[in-house]
């Protein structure tokens, strides 16, 4: 018999099948199906190692393909080309056959070897993966939290990798798509894929560190929404309902398909501020204003003269 984590008063038989310690779990009041179904899964799984990396690397695909496959139905539909950022520019089969290839390499080959060690440290820090899991609010706090900071990070170390060598040597390989779609996401140099995946997967870590207050479930739901958001900025789609008509501060796919447009500006992933706050907005009318702005600071310079 071996006892459920985190659920002191229910013992469950070892070598049970899923369904089975899932009836016994079902009876546990004050659970939501959700939490039921990870006890279940972390149980079943009896390895919590194995558990932690298996459900973080299936994430990662079904996620990040799932989320690819409407732009790829979109990309050929005709009836959305009216929303298309950079009409008449669209990815080859070929080109998205060959993007999917690279894609999964660096999944397989420079993700699947660091992922084992992600429960370890987690446990190390104090990220907890028993249930019940935190409030809503919290998980909706914490995630938030986490879209500035990464934005932070990848403003800095994306502005970073955009000169000289290390353009050349690491960030040019993103660039290869100068009208983004979807899939192109994750498609980019195994440094860049570590260091700009740093801000998604290391900053929860550093923040757990700090608080030592971070459930796993969060870092799925955050995990997902991060990845949902850098698949839908390369989308190449700009609709009248997209976010940020809404909310004025996020990027979306308008600001980083102009990234790749110009190949200069707008480094930031989820929001527009530093970008807008640090004067290195991209496009046309970016350059436009900044041009203005300059002029008229110069004729102030030679008034005052
Ligand atoms: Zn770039
Ligand atoms: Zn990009």
């Not at 986490?146 to 170390?157: I, Q, R």
């Not at 809404?246 to 930031?268: R, V």
Request: glycine share 6%.
């Amino acid at each position: 018999m071996s006892q459920v984590f985190g659920l002191n008063s229910v013992d469950i038989p070892s070598k049970e099948t899923f369904s089975q310690i899932y009836g016994t779990i079902k009876e546990v009041p004050g659970l939501n199906f959700f939490e039921k179904i990870w006890a279940s899964y972390y149980v079943y799984m009896d390895n919590d190692i194995f558990a932690t990396g298996l459900l973080f690397f299936l994430l990662h695909e079904v996620m990040y393909f799932g989320r690819c496959l409407p732009w790829y139905i979109i990309d050929r539909t005709p009836y959305f080309k009216k929303y298309k950022i950079q009409p008449n520019v669209y990815p080859s089969d070929k080109e998205q056959w060959e993007c999917t290839k690279s894609v999964l390499k660096s999944h397989f080959f420079v993700e699947a070897f660091p992922i084992w060690f992600f429960h370890p440290i987690c446990e190390k820090i104090g990220v907890s993966y028993d249930v019940p899991f935190p409030s809503l609010s919290k998980i909706a706090i914490q995630v938030t939290i986490f879209f500035f900071l990464e934005d932070a990070w990848h403003y800095w170390f994306h502005r970073g990798i955009h000169y000289g060598a290390f353009y050349r040597y690491i960030h040019k390989q993103h660039h290869r798509y100068a009208a983004p779609f979807g899939l192109a996401a994750e498609y980019a140099h195994p440094i860049e894929v570590m260091l700009l995946g740093f801000g998604t997967v290391g900053i929860p870590i550093v923040w757990c560190y700090f608080t030592r207050d971070l459930h796993l479930f969060t870092i799925c739901i955050w995990i997902t929404l991060r990845l949902f958001q850098a698949i839908d900025a390369h989308s190449g789609y700009e609709f009248p309902i997209s976010l940020h008509h809404f909310l004025f501060i996020w990027a979306g796919a308008d600001h980083h398909d102009e990234h790749h447009h110009h190949f200069i500006g707008n480094y930031a992933s989820s929001f527009r501020l530093w970008d807008y706050i640090l004067d290195t907005e991209a496009g046309e009318t970016a350059k436009n204003t900044r041009e203005n702005k300059n002029k008229s600071k110069a004729e102030k310079v030679a008034t005052k003269n």
